[in-house]
């Protein structure tokens, strides 16, 4: 079934390149880089807004494992090495960089080059729309329990900060109601109260 959806849908190629190709198997997960995935809107205080792809560059560079290496590492090799890491105070962290795109660019690259902007598949032209740095992002900090700080943490696309929005992205529109509902399932009808899911912000 897999195979079939690939052949049925080739607009999955290039994903399907980076899992089977030598990026497929990050060297940890400090040697990754991390992307939002869906288009978000940036939104003022004026409610003026723009489309964002958000990426998160790893300041360690990437680095890859072969499959015929991948026998040689526990499964657990990613945690246990970015765990250790932390420990040893080699803080690994990840610039944060943003593309944006007004509602007019997005519908004249829809118009020139068939690229949908809600369309997890496609990748914004980043000669067209450059990355911009606007902030950094450290680990620093190891769990003391891991039950209450990562069992329960409940990430969910609707808790976003006043500023980010979602967009018309379908998959996203539908993520914004079934992460609540796996929460209250998998965690409680609680969930948002545990310390680990509360605001740090006034907000």
Not at 117 to 129: A, E, R, S, Y
Not at 167 to 181: I, K, N
Request: hydrophobic share 35%; with cysteine.
């Amino acid at each position: 079934m897999f195979w079939d959806y690939l052949s049925q849908n080739p607009e999955s190629i290039h994903q399907v390149m980076v899992l089977m190709g030598d990026r497929g198997i990050p060297d940890g997960w400090r040697f990754m880089h991390g992307y939002a995935g869906h288009t978000m809107k940036l939104v003022n205080k004026k409610g003026e807004w723009v489309y964002c792809q958000i990426h998160m560059k790893s300041k360690q560079g990437t680095k890859f494992i072969t499959q015929e290496d991948s026998a040689n590492y526990s499964p657990d090799y990613a945690q246990k090495d970015l765990f250790e890491a932390i420990e040893r105070g080699e803080y690994p962290g990840w610039d944060l960089k943003v593309q944006t795109m007004t509602a007019m660019e997005a519908e004249d690259l829809w118009e020139k080059e068939k690229i949908n902007v809600f369309d997890l598949t496609h990748v914004w032209p980043q000669g067209k729309f450059p990355l911009r740095k606007v902030g950094e992002f450290f680990l620093n900090e190891n769990c003391k329990n891991y039950f209450a700080e990562m069992e329960q943490v409940t990430f969910n696309p609707s808790h976003m900060p006043p500023g980010i929005e979602p967009s018309a992205d379908p998959v996203l529109q539908s993520r914004l109601f079934s992460y609540p509902d796996t929460h209250r399932h998998r965690v409680g009808a609680n969930y948002q109260q545990l310390p680990v899911n509360q605001s740090r912000t006034p907000y």
